[in-house]
């Protein structure tokens, strides 16, 4: 069974562009969420999707958005890049009604 | 509001010793308590879940952990350090009625195993 995947792996940018990236759950998991992992604030939970709805949200500015597509692939999208978005992006999917949330390998983003 | 509080950011013990990683959680209501495990340049992968069965929960890798209420606690052990154990471990929560994803972490702790 595949796990999450997401891409691209590695990612540069340049402040003030914008970028897209994605993420496939597990087959059969129809939730997906999105963490930013930096060295300075740790783990941070982005925002949720679930059924192509946005679920929850965290306390991220509005240059942070994200959707959900009818086959449960999600992306996110972030605009007017800035230096402090550099981040890993991680993706995790959960089964319906399930608390475990299967992690995917992460997009490491660069904003130069 | 929730949160995650790990003890030490940087752990160091001997090959063979014993594992252990402090994780204490502030929650209203009685919390799902996860702990995941990183290694370089990869995402999270799941060690073990407390879901309000059993207060000591085992996971993968002979890795436990014990969920004290009155301490609001959920320490991670290990009997015996194995050098592939070298990683950064995250204790996370989730309120019990949450529907799906969300989690909080706590800031990590990153775990050395000496030869």
């Known amino acids: 069974k595949a796990g999450v995947t997401q891409t691209p792996r590695y990612l540069i940018k340049t402040r003030g562009q914008q970028v897209t990236l994605s993420c496939s759950p597990i087959s059969g998991h129809r939730s997906v969420s999105w963490y930013q992992q930096t060295p300075g604030q740790g783990l941070q939970f982005l925002f949720e999707?679930?059924?192509?709805?946005?679920?929850n949200k965290g306390n991220f500015p509005g240059r942070f958005s994200g959707r959900q597509f009818s086959n449960s692939r999600s992306e996110m999208n972030v605009s007017t890049l800035e230096l402090g978005d550099s981040a890993l992006y991680l993706c995790?999917?959960?089964?319906?009604?399930?608390?475990?949330?299967?992690f995917g390998q992460g997009t490491r983003l660069t904003v130069v | 509001a929730q949160s995650v509080t790990q003890l030490g950011s940087h752990v160091s013990v001997s090959e063979g010793a014993l594992v252990l990683l402090r994780c204490n959680y502030s929650s209203s209501v009685p919390p799902y308590l996860f702990w995941y495990v990183q290694y370089p340049n990869q995402g999270l992968q799941l060690l073990l879940k407390?879901?309000?069965?059993?207060?000591l929960v085992k996971g993968i890798n002979g890795f436990e952990a014990e969920f004290k209420k009155s301490e609001t606690s959920f320490h991670l052990t290990k009997p015996s350090a194995h050098m592939s154990d070298a990683a950064e471990y995250f204790c996370a929560v989730s309120p019990i009625y949450n529907q799906g994803g969300k989690l909080i972490f706590g800031q990590g702790t990153e775990l050395s195993v000496k030869p």
């Open positions: 995790a999917s959960n089964r319906d009604g399930e608390t475990e949330a299967f």
């Open positions: 999707y679930f059924s192509e709805t946005q679920r």
């Open positions: 407390y879901t309000s069965a059993a207060t």
